[in-house]
């Protein structure tokens, strides 16, 4: 056998009685969709369910898969006093897709659980499908029991979710098991301004690309899906998705949007892709190969309207990695290069950041406010240095990495100080905040999924280690040219 039904659901806690106490009401076309999906999976009685959730265990470089016997969790810090839910794993199928992983290279596996119970991303869908079960059971026409795989998310690219969805469909027709996959994930999290995060114009956008997918079956959308539009939305179940399209890769698929909405400023989508052929015989929906081909292509893109700016952090970032040695702009550059660079560069002085990402995720970012080198041109290409091998969030950029990142330099201006938040935009302003003993924290502007002072205030302290009510707090602020 293999994956008989793949379904995409998301998880309100308050969709469950003991916690919305009368507000799910509000969103009945979720719940009655949800019902929908439960009495499916039930016709289907399946022996395994795979279930991705962006709440499970997750880290930027690993696919996690909860182990042991069973897990069990409750809607507790929701406020529900009920007992909650218990599930058993299929301890064969993740012992099997853990061998899988480690046969094709992917980054995924037991290892590093921090917290073995549910997450509510798991507990909802759960709470819908044990639900129908016990309907059932009264009724003497349960199926058999089913257990259990559970997945985290991770920062890896969309790619690699992709393929770990492949995994799952090849052990399920390995084992010969019935398998339904569940991708847990809500939607936008900013689609109304009395919402729990506010309002981006983004939020009301991903929601309507992401349930086209959905409708049309079109899961190369899902792959491709801009991250800037993503982090201003605040999404949460995007990589989930592409987990669950990997698990029905060249598959024939009837595809349903069965709801959405989003009443409480949070996109609520239900979807069920039911195979109407066997698996691996329909090629135009190969979506690996199709993305390779739309990733190369958007990196070349990307390289051949590089900067020069962009070019000289490259070049500086690729020499040292590659040959360990740092470049002296001033002699050390191709001539194509060299010819390509602004006067200024050679000429001015100032503060820059460089920042690295790789699919769409942050990789590294490192600068400085005032300028600590002779030229422009030198700060920035110390900086690239800096910001792929000495961010200490992040491992050193290897080689192998080199082909897939895209840059940003930013020129700054020479911060001035300011009265306090009035003064700040955070679409047009850094902002520097200062407190006793040296402590300072900067955050750039115009950043994606960044819409307000507080939020830009907030995110500077931390990173200085500051509290943002101390009585000693000084802010600044900064303009900047952003090259690309």
């Known amino acids: 056998m293999s994956v008989v039904a793949a379904f ?21 076309k979720t719940i009655d969709a949800y019902r929908e999906v439960a009495r499916r999976i039930a016709d289907l009685a399946p022996e395994t369910i795979a279930i991705s959730s962006p709440h499970s265990t997750s880290y930027l470089d690993y696919l996690h898969i909860s182990q042991g016997d069973g897990a069990s969790g409750t809607f507790a810090q929701f406020g529900d006093r009920a007992d909650g839910s218990r ?89 010969g098991r019935r398998v339904v996959t569940i991708a847990s994930g809500d939607l936008s999290h900013k689609l109304k301004d009395d919402g729990p995060y506010g309002f981006s114009p983004d939020g009301p956008v991903f929601d309507d690309y992401v349930c086209r997918a959905f409708a049309d079956g079109d899961f190369l959308a899902l792959l491709t899906a801009d991250p800037g539009m993503c982090e201003r939305a605040a999404e949460c179940g995007l990589r989930s998705f592409q987990i669950m399209a990997g698990a029905l890769d060249r598959t024939p698929v009837a595809p349903e949007l069965l709801s959405h909405e989003g009443p409480f400023g949070v996109g609520y989508g239900i979807a069920a892709f039911t195979p109407t052929g066997p698996a691996g015989t329909d090629e135009n929906r190969a979506f690996a190969e199709q993305y390779d081909a739309w990733h190369a292509d958007a990196i070349a893109r990307t390289r051949a309207e590089e900067s020069p700016w962009v070019r000289l952090a490259r070049f500086s970032l690729e020499s040292y990695v590659r040959e360990g040695r740092r470049i002296d702009p001033a002699c050390d550059l191709p001539a194509d290069l060299a010819a390509a660079l602004p006067d200024e560069l050679a000429s001015t002085r100032a503060g820059a950041f460089v920042s690295l990402k790789k699919d769409g995720q942050l990789r590294g970012c490192i600068g400085t406010i005032l300028p600590t080198r002779d030229t422009l041109a030198a700060e920035i290409c110390a900086n690239a240095i800096s910001a792929g091998c000495r961010d200490p969030r992040f491992s050193p950029v290897e080689a192998s990495e080199l082909p897939e990142l895209v840059y940003d330099v930013d020129v700054l201006s020479a911060p001035e100080p300011i009265d306090g938040p009035e003064d700040l935009d955070p679409k047009r302003y850094g902002v520097i905040v200062s407190a006793s003993r040296g402590r300072r924290g900067l955050l750039l502007p115009d950043l994606d999924g960044i ?21 000693s707090v000084r802010l600044e602020r900064f303009t900047v040219t952003r090259h690309l």
């Open 451 to 471: 819409d307000t002072v507080e939020e830009q205030i907030r995110i500077a302290a931390r990173k200085g280690g500051i509290n943002p009510d101390e009585s």
């Open 87 to 175: 599930v058993t794993y299929d301890r064969d199928f993740i012992d099997a897709l853990c061998r899988a992983a480690d046969a094709c290279g992917l980054a995924a596996g037991t290892a590093g659980e921090r917290d073995p119970e549910l997450d509510w991303g798991v507990l909802v869908p759960l709470h819908f499908v044990q639900e129908e079960y016990a309907r059932r059971r009264d009724a003497g026409t349960e199926p058999p029991a089913y257990r259990v795989v559970r997945m985290g998310l991770s920062g890896l690219s969309p790619r690699d979710h992709y393929r770990m969805g492949q995994l799952v469909q090849h052990v399920a027709d390995k084992l």
């Open 8 to 28: 995409a659901v998301p998880h309100p806690p308050l969709i469950v009685p003991g916690v919305g106490h009368g507000r799910e009401a509000e969103i009945q």
